[in-house]
């Protein structure tokens, strides 16, 4: 099979298997069968037995991360749709979206420190809850490892689009606005895809708390998360 053939096979099966996923999910809302950690357990499984390699897959998932732009722009819609109960709440949005994104970054670190985990990994796990781009670079920045860093923004994605919002429900939080800001800032994208599926506003104010958490950590990152560990 040539290159572009192979690229085609493996973005198709993987945008199906996603489709899958999703239809499953919105069937039997089972946490535990979000779209994201069924595709991408289906595609390990596809993969191995069918003996594509990583490297074969790699030209495919190239093309659909660089879509991420595109599918993140498009949170502007229902943001802009939106836009009045931004306006009509904007001071309390962004002390809930700085508050919130302090206290994962301090706790996770701080939690990390009293397991007597290595330093590299405490560092690495301050940037589990913001979008993996800026992980990266942050992590890059406070001395950990953009690999180690990228692995816990996925889980922590991963694991809060799975249980996320039945927590909230648990905790008796319904407004919309407070459930879509409360999964943007500890889920990220993964989080704001689920969310999205309860409504636009809920989709919106994840949007919101995504991208504004991420800019805050950007800026306090560099000297906090050092002053964290020293402490």
Not at 69 to 87: C, D, E, I, M, S
Not at 124 to 129: E, P, V
Request: proline letters at 4%; hydrophobic letters at 50%.
């Amino acid at each position: 099979m040539s290159s572009i053939a192979m690229t085609a096979f493996t973005i198709s099966i993987t945008v199906s298997l996603y489709f899958i996923s999703r239809k499953i999910y919105l069937k039997t809302q089972n946490a535990l069968l979000t779209p994201l950690l069924l595709s991408t357990i289906s595609i390990i499984i596809i993969l191995h037995y069918s003996g594509i390699s990583f490297e074969q897959y790699k030209p495919g998932k190239e093309i659909m991360t660089f879509l991420l732009g595109p599918a993140t722009v498009a949170l502007a819609l229902p943001l802009y749709q939106n836009r009045q109960v931004l306006r009509k709440s904007l001071v309390p949005i962004l002390v809930g979206i700085a508050s919130g994104a302090l206290a994962t970054l301090t706790t996770a670190v701080l939690l990390a420190k009293m397991s007597g985990l290595d330093s590299l990994i405490v560092t690495s796990i301050a940037t589990k809850s913001i979008t993996a781009p800026i992980a990266i670079e942050i992590s890059q920045l406070t001395g950990g490892d953009p690999v180690i860093a990228v692995a816990f923004v996925v889980f922590t994605g991963t694991l809060g689009s799975m249980i996320g919002a039945n927590f909230l429900t648990l905790c008796k939080i319904d407004d919309p606005v407070a459930r879509g800001l409360a999964m943007g800032v500890t889920a990220h994208g993964q989080g704001t895809a689920i969310i999205l599926e309860e409504g636009e506003t809920q989709g919106a104010m994840a949007g919101v708390a995504m991208a504004l958490s991420a800019i805050f950590i950007s800026f306090i990152a560099p000297f906090y998360i050092p002053w964290l560990l020293n402490i």
